[in-house]
């Protein structure tokens, strides 16, 4: 099949919703850029599910997963996620399609735009259903259990939404694994599940989008897309715990830090993720900062000196600021400093330099107890 690419500034262009609706897009040259491509089929499915029941979002989703998966894979990526070729695609060849599915484009330029030129991202529909349908199909094989994960993704779509949304969890394996823990531990409820009570986080804040938002503060230093599942999981219970009273979870009981040893569940997680973010920063041989691992324990608390001749950048950078920290990366720990978020603006010039701190209200066994900032690296 032909598909004809549109020109730029067609979305712009004023005529272009009535010349759609009076099928006289394909019959006007200047609408077309003079690119074309070819794919082998191009077969009708659902192009924007945020309208009508739950149960008919959830078939709608099956269907345009089922047809991408045995349609449209096979072509290649970079036209697959390419909006210019989308929107020539409705618009040339879908658009007896569209109107029968969403009449609702006829009401105005608005509804058409959401519907059929929307912006190619996270938040289009049929850029959802390819990772989505792309991700399951290069790692699940059999056609029921590829439809189990494609449940999950509609069960979870609030927090499948944010996964997506940062690049750094744009990540076959990543999402597999977190559709997984979710199922084990049968948390799909408390994902979607409003968090009450919390007036600073905002009116409509997920326990699902504070787990990602948790784990996109922590980059780059944990690397989660390169961690084990079980590794991940005990990241993910306990960034869920920030926000969720976990004993209210029995399927969470033997991951629990609080009923186990809170300081070793946190150690595990804290050291496995900054041991992937070393290995991942060795093999990539990026240029970021990394101070000299110190060869013991360094606790320096306000109004005392500690400088030493080998001392990092990092721990001479606090010294200037007189704040307190402990020091446990010699032993495969954290930098921990101490203090609440109103010192956030004297790490920020860290950032800088690859050294990226991340707050914890609770602090840690290191900061004992006290509000802290905390940094993997070594």
């Given amino acids: 099949?032909?598909?004809?690419?549109?020109?730029?500034?067609?979305?712009?262009?004023?005529?272009?919703?009535?010349?759609?609706?009076?099928?006289?897009?394909?019959?006007?040259?200047?609408?077309?850029?003079?690119?074309?491509?070819?794919?082998?089929?191009?077969?009708?499915?659902?192009?924007?599910?945020?309208?009508?029941?739950?149960?008919?979002?959830?078939?709608?989703?099956?269907?345009?997963?089922?047809?991408?998966?045995?349609?449209?894979?096979?072509?290649?990526?970079?036209?697959?996620?390419?909006?210019t070729f989308w929107h020539s695609l409705l618009v040339t060849q879908k658009r007896e399609y569209i109107l029968d599915k969403y009449p609702e484009v006829q009401e105005g330029k608005n509804k058409f735009n959401t519907v059929v030129l929307k912006k190619f991202d996270w938040e289009n529909y049929i850029y959802k259903s390819i990772l989505g349908a792309q991700y399951i199909n290069d790692n699940i094989g059999g056609g029921e259990e590829r439809q189990r994960y494609y449940e999950l993704i509609i069960e979870n779509l609030d927090l499948y939404n944010y996964i997506i949304k940062y690049g750094i969890f744009r990540n076959d394996i990543f999402l597999i694994h977190i559709l997984d823990i979710i199922d084990e531990l049968e948390l799909s409820k408390v994902m979607k599940a409003k968090i009450k009570g919390r007036e600073d986080l905002g009116d409509d804040e997920r326990y699902g989008r504070r787990v990602i938002f948790e784990f996109n503060k922590s980059y780059p230093v944990v690397m989660s897309p390169m961690l084990e599942k079980e590794e991940l999981k005990k990241l993910f219970i306990m960034y869920l715990g920030y926000y969720y009273d976990l004993s209210k979870l029995p399927s969470v009981e033997k991951y629990d830090s609080a009923k186990q040893d809170p300081e070793q569940y946190e150690a595990v997680a804290e050291t496995a993720a900054a041991n992937v973010y070393t290995s991942q920063q060795n093999e990539n041989k990026e240029d970021v900062y990394v101070p000299e691992s110190q060869s013991s324990v360094q606790v320096k608390e306000k109004n005392e000196k500690v400088l030493t001749p080998n001392q990092d950048e990092t721990l001479v950078y606090l010294?200037?600021?007189?704040?307190?920290?402990?020091?446990?990366?010699?032993?495969?720990?954290?930098?921990?400093?101490?203090?609440?978020?109103?010192?956030?603006?004297?790490?920020?010039?860290?950032?800088?330099?690859?050294?990226?701190?991340?707050?914890?209200?609770?602090?840690?066994?290191?900061?004992k107890k006290r509000p802290a900032w905390f940094w993997n690296g070594k």
């Fill in 319 to 367: 010294e200037s600021q007189n704040l307190e920290y402990v020091d446990y990366r010699s032993k495969g720990g954290s930098l921990w400093v101490i203090g609440n978020q109103g010192i956030e603006t004297h790490l920020e010039p860290l950032k800088e330099k690859g050294v990226h701190f991340r707050f914890k209200p609770r602090g840690g066994r290191a900061s």
């Fill in 1 to 83: 099949m032909e598909i004809r690419l549109l020109a730029k500034g067609y979305k712009t262009n004023e005529a272009f919703y009535q010349d759609f609706l009076d099928d006289k897009i394909n019959s006007n040259d200047e609408y077309f850029s003079g690119e074309k491509v070819y794919i082998s089929q191009a077969p009708d499915f659902p192009v924007y599910m945020a309208k009508g029941t739950e149960e008919q979002k959830k078939q709608d989703f099956l269907e345009a997963f089922r047809v991408i998966s045995q349609s449209y894979l096979q072509t290649k990526r970079e036209l697959l996620l390419d909006e």
